[in-house]
């Protein structure tokens, strides 16, 4: 097991969690399923008081929680958003949360936001652009954050790089550490055909705090990531080629499109459990 311990030593994260959406906070706190963690999307949880945040307690008083945005925009040219950065510190001095991620991506150009994910070129002037942005945002929050690979749907023809080598080269220069998404691996991988088992074995292995899984939709021409179904048969398999190499690092079901009871969700987590309980440490052996 590779538990994940917070900064602050008060609490650590091991085995399968689940994304925490709305729809399921009674479900959840009226019968405090076993799940060991639940992860919150940070940008839910930016107002003054409410609901969101008044659930959110309620959850975290059972739970060790995890923070994941998607507002940052790490990769674009808009100045960082000093008001989203001074909530999001606020947000982890009331929740403590044990891991605060958000992603490899833009989403913002002379700040308009687009509201989704943009892959950057893989340059290595993008490189360095994203990770002077990752080492301000930890010299602001005072401790390192997460970095998840995006799915993708286009590449740009001044990339120098693979997109493995290029997450590479920005947690080495941000001293950051990664979320890898293995559905968005896949997604990437079949959208760009290259090969996911490669991009794997690029990834290091000690920066690894967390993996997400998730289902995709097949629309013929490309994989379209929705967030919106259960883990395919070939995800779960990258998974477990994943496991063998990372070990046992905790791991997510996110659900966000078409969410479904929390039963199926419970479900996702007990068949991802199994596969994270069984698989064997091989770090040192690779696959
Ligand atoms: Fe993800």
């Known amino acids: 097991m590779r538990p994940v311990q917070n900064a602050l030593g008060m609490s650590s994260l091991s085995g399968v969690g689940i994304g925490l959406r709305a729809t399921h906070y009674q479900t959840i706190l009226n019968s405090l399923p076993q799940v060991p963690w639940f992860e919150a999307l940070t940008d ?20 060790p929680i995890t923070l994941h945005g998607v ?12 008001t989203y950065l001074k909530k999001l510190k606020q947000l982890c001095e009331r929740f403590q949360p044990v891991l605060v991620s958000d992603h490899l991506c833009w989403s913002s150009v002379s700040n308009v936001h687009g509201h989704d994910l943009f892959p ?3 340059t290595e002037r993008a490189a360095k652009h994203i990770g002077d942005r990752i080492q301000a945002v930890q010299d ?14 286009l590449q740009y023809k001044e990339s120098m790089q693979t997109e493995a080598e290029f997450l590479v080269d920005v947690i080495e220069r941000a001293d950051c550490n990664l979320l890898c998404d293995i559905n968005n691996i896949f997604v990437s991988a079949s959208n760009h ?7 794997l074995e690029l990834m290091p292995v000690d920066r690894v705090q967390e993996m997400h899984l998730a289902g995709y939709e097949d629309q013929g ?10 883990v395919h048969a070939p995800v779960w398999s990258l998974y477990e080629r994943a496991l063998q190499r990372f070990g046992q690092v905790p ?3 996110e659900w966000d499109t078409n969410i479904p009871e929390f039963s199926v969700l ?15 440490h091989h770090v040192a052996s690779g696959f």
């Open 221 to 230: 021409t490309h994989l379209l990531d929705t967030h919106g179904a259960k």
């Open 251 to 253: 791991t997510l079901i």
């Open 120 to 122: 950057l070129p893989y």
């Open 266 to 280: 419970m479900a996702e987590r007990d068949k991802a459990a199994a596969y994270h309980a069984d698989v064997k």
């Open 193 to 199: 055909n290259f090969d996911a088992q490669e991009y």
């Open 71 to 82: 507002g940052l925009s790490l990769g674009s040219t808009d100045p960082l958003n000093t």
């Open 44 to 63: 839910n949880y930016m107002g003054r008081g409410g609901l969101p945040l008044h659930h959110l307690e309620r959850v975290a008083e059972h739970y």
């Open 140 to 153: 602001f929050l005072g401790h390192r954050i997460l970095v998840e690979n995006v799915s993708s749907y």
